[in-house]
């Protein structure tokens, strides 16, 4: 069976930094070539992407509107996927979600109906 479980949100100030993972079990990053999305939602909004990286070579994607701040990473050997948030802003405040696909999906990989499976969240509070 596939989890996926986040830890790591909590509330910072804003131009703070957190480093959100997600740790997966029931697969290994090294045996299939999954993509793993981080993701958030907010309240009253839609969830939406905010970064991939594929296990297969190691490409990663960003939202626009997180490029230049937040950094996605992998490390194999501990099956988990790091967010590294920096010059965080009160509209990065949402529950963040990674999950997981079996593909590489590439340009398309902030379609949520890519991803298989999905992490319980963790909540990202940014205070002005």
């Known amino acids: 069976e596939v989890q996926l479980v986040e830890s790591g949100g909590g509330l910072v100030q804003a131009g703070g930094s957190l480093t959100l993972s997600c740790t997966a079990s029931?697969?290994?990053?090294?045996?299939?070539?999954?993509?793993i999305g981080w993701f958030r939602q907010a309240p009253g909004k839609e969830r939406e992407g905010v970064s991939c990286?594929?296990?297969?070579?190691?490409?990663?994607y960003y939202a626009d509107s997180v490029k230049g701040r937040f950094t996605i990473s992998s490390d194999n050997a501990k099956n988990t996927v790091y967010l590294r948030m920096n010059s965080l802003k009160p509209e990065d405040t949402a529950v963040y979600y990674c999950?997981?696909?079996?593909?590489?999906?590439?340009?398309?990989?902030?379609?949520?109906?890519?991803?298989?499976?999905w992490g319980q969240g963790t909540q990202v509070t940014v205070s002005s």
């Open positions: 999950a997981a696909g079996e593909g590489a999906y590439g340009t398309s990989w902030y379609h949520l109906i890519l991803y298989d499976y």
């Open positions: 029931g697969f290994t990053f090294d045996d299939y070539d999954y993509d």
């Open positions: 990286i594929s296990s297969s070579d190691g490409s990663t």
